[in-house]
């Protein structure tokens, strides 16, 4: 790579590390907290199906608005859409969308954020957000979690209302950490500031009972937004399509930011496709759940420090030097995340078989130098 600085480059991204996880080839893969089941043949067939009916008719631009994709959206999200049996009335007006959660995350920060202005979140927390409000030019502002990172209504109103912020943002099931938040929590971030609340919920589908969307919340609340995305449960990380749900006149003012056209009609199509076969590819999160439930057990067992998730992944501590746990699994043909917290890891749920060699693996490794773990835990 060039030296950055020899260009006129903005000087707060000098020195500035890009988003990355490694990308390698390698028999199990569970660093990026993917869905790990296929698509189905049957949804497969229907989305090449509809997306040959659209090919003649590409050299038209696409539905600006994105119109079907929203009525579609609309029909999942308000019928049961969380575990919990939550259901919203919502329509179409209310509903964003974009090349994954990620692009919807910028547009409300270019929207809202920008030159002299902050955002604040709760760290450790998706390292995207970061990066997405720095990119825009505003000041990002971090408070620490719990030591178990959970958050409080408490301790959340306190720092909000101390920072003033004009983005909040917080992520249920938290990335990557796995904790979830109370309602009450995103009621206090909100009542504690006059700025934009953003519920990062892009692993909403794998939270256990009893833990409904803020999605809930919305109803006199315009200043709060709901992000969500179908590369998780729905297994459609290639796809590329995140959504939000707001109040009307937040997601107008998301038109003022966004690039003309910026969904294709493929990518269009295909997320309407897979919408339609919902209850098909969500049919793997109970599976998947019960492939995080077993690593959480074995780890337990095998001397790790475990920290409950509600999402498809695993955070696991007491790991005496977490980067050489990385290499003995990766020379294993399996890999994991060194996320950067001290003595801890990640590791995401992956197929039965996946999950087994996982788990085998550093049962092996756990056996063969007992030192991997801290001496001290």
């Known amino acids: 790579m060039g030296n950055i600085e020899s260009l006129p480059v903005r000087s ?32 497969v067939e229907a989305m090449r199906a509809a997306v040959d009916t659209h090919l003649a008719g590409l050299n038209r631009y696409p539905d600006r608005e994105f119109t079907t994709l929203r009525e579609h959206l609309v029909d999942y999200l308000g019928g049961v859409n969380d575990r919990a049996g939550t259901a919203v009335d919502l329509s179409p007006e209310m509903i964003w969308a974009a090349n994954g959660s990620n692009e919807v995350l910028s547009h409300i920060a270019q929207a809202f954020g920008g030159p002299g202005r902050t955002a604040l979140g709760f760290t450790p927390s998706y390292s995207m957000h970061p990066l997405i409000t720095t990119g825009t ?56 500031c006059s700025g934009i609340v953003i519920v990062d919920e892009a692993y909403a589908e794998f939270s256990r009972p009893a833990l409904p969307s803020a999605m809930t919340l919305l109803e006199g609340r315009p200043r709060l937004v709901v ?90 501590g007491g790991i005496a030097r977490p980067a050489e746990l990385w290499q003995k699994l990766l020379d294993r043909g399996i890999l994991i995340r060194d996320i950067g917290i001290p003595h801890h890891a990640r590791v995401n749920a992956g197929t039965e078989a996946e999950t087994t060699a996982f788990l085998s693996a550093i049962g092996d490794i756990v056996a063969d130098d007992p030192a991997t773990l801290l001496s001290n835990h």
């Open 137 to 192: 030019g505003a000041e990002w502002v971090h408070a620490d979690r719990d030591d178990d990172y959970g958050l409080t209504a408490e301790a959340v109103a306190a720092e909000v209302a101390r920072v003033d912020p004009d983005i909040v943002f917080l992520c249920t099931p938290n990335n990557p950490t796995g904790t979830s938040l109370g309602l009450d929590v995103i009621e206090a971030a909100y009542e504690n």
């Open 227 to 316: 992000s969500r995305t179908m590369s998780k449960a729905f297994a459609c990380a290639g796809l590329r399509l995140g959504y939000a749900i707001a109040a009307p006149e937040l997601i107008d003012t998301l038109r003022l930011v966004r690039l003309p056209y910026h969904l294709s009609d493929v990518t269009q199509v295909l997320a309407c496709t897979a919408l339609e076969h919902a209850d098909l590819l969500l049919g793997n999160v109970d599976r998947l759940i019960d492939s995080r439930n077993a690593i959480s057990t074995r780890l337990a067992e095998l001397g790790f420090t475990v920290h409950p998730s509600d999402s498809n992944f695993v955070l696991f």
């Open 12 to 43: 707060d991204l000098v020195g500035r590390e890009p988003y990355g996880a490694p990308h390698l080839d390698v028999p199990v893969q569970l660093n990026v907290n993917e869905n790990a089941y296929p698509i189905p043949d049957i949804v």
